[in-house]
């Protein structure tokens, strides 16, 4: 098996993606869907993660985050722990000698996304959908994570969780697909209020109380750019950010063409820069030692790396 990138430092943004078993339509129904979203939401208020994106399809869902390394904080530990007690039919209570597991935990992404998997499986599992009690296993194999680069690579990665949808035929335009960041943006706007968005890439140099409406005019430019890939009508209100940012529109527009922010052999989604960087601090180029390498191995039989993109 692939050793699965997973570099411990601060602010470290992913790309991931779970399937179904047997890739069948298992959450196909609204209240699996809603159950999972209400759970992500949940856990991100008790780890040290931050949701960007995610889309929920029958199949398999996106989910572009970020996890934080934070100066570990007593009193902040204890309130996610027993927050997320809280939301468990059997309660633990704190114990101030746990600080130091459990700050390594909630900064874990492979903790957070087995409370999300196992908890989910169990509650579809457990509750009639459809008429039926379901059994056995709901995921395949364990979630696939890629490494995002800097915002215009992050941006990307968002969007293109966002147009999963569209892709697959199920809406003409992102926000209308009710189980995405896409869809709750949409629903927020047309009910008056303005949802809060991150500064990622040229949406940084848009006011904050305009990014979300930019993000969903970014995105239905991007669902349409296989019509018109060298007319840029609806992005003249905010060009000026894209330009300041320097984005490549048609560079983007290609990525998610190619569904390169999907190509899981490849660990990493960057610059070449970035890349480079992280790979060789992660011991996956040749040459390099991973650090929990302890023994120099045997010419030619260094940590190969599984990417093409070096």
Request: hydrophobic share 35%; glycine share 6%.
């Amino acid at each position: 098996m692939v050793r699965r990138l997973k570099p411990k430092q601060k602010h470290t943004c992913y790309h991931i993606t779970v399937r179904t078993a047997q890739k069948a339509w298992l959450l196909a129904d609204e209240k699996v869907k809603r159950a999972w979203e209400n759970k992500l939401a949940e856990l991100s208020r008790a780890y040290y993660v931050e949701v960007f994106a995610h889309a929920v399809l029958s199949n398999h869902v996106h989910i572009v985050l970020k996890v934080n390394f934070p100066k570990k904080n007593l009193k902040d530990l204890k309130e996610r722990f027993t927050f997320l007690e809280g939301t468990l039919v059997s309660r633990r209570k704190w114990h101030d000698e746990w600080e130091d597991k459990t700050y390594k935990r909630f900064t874990d992404l492979s903790c957070f996304m087995r409370d999300l998997n196992q908890w989910l499986a169990a509650w579809h599992n457990k509750y009639a959908i459809q008429g039926k009690i379901s059994s056995g296993h709901l995921w395949g194999r364990r979630f696939h994570s890629k490494v995002v680069g800097d915002d215009q690579y992050l941006l990307t990665v968002m969007s293109y969780a966002d147009l999963n949808p569209v892709r697959a035929g199920i809406v003409a335009r992102p926000g209308d697909f009710e189980f995405s960041t896409a869809g709750k943006l949409q629903r927020a706007l047309d009910q008056g209020r303005k949802p809060g968005f991150p500064p990622v890439g040229f949406l940084r140099h848009v006011a904050p109380e305009k990014r979300a409406a930019t993000y969903l005019v970014w995105l239905d430019f991007l669902a349409k750019c296989g019509q018109k890939p060298n007319v840029l009508p609806s992005l003249e209100g905010f060009a000026y950010a894209i330009e300041k940012e320097g984005i490549d529109v048609s560079q983007v527009q290609q990525q998610i063409k190619n569904k390169e922010p999907s190509n899981w052999s490849k660990p990493v989604f960057g610059n070449e820069n970035f890349v480079k960087r992280i790979l060789k601090r992660e011991g996956w180029l040749p040459g390099s030692v991973h650090p929990q390498q302890k023994e120099t191995p045997p010419p030619g039989q260094g940590i190969k790396s599984p990417l093409s993109v070096i």
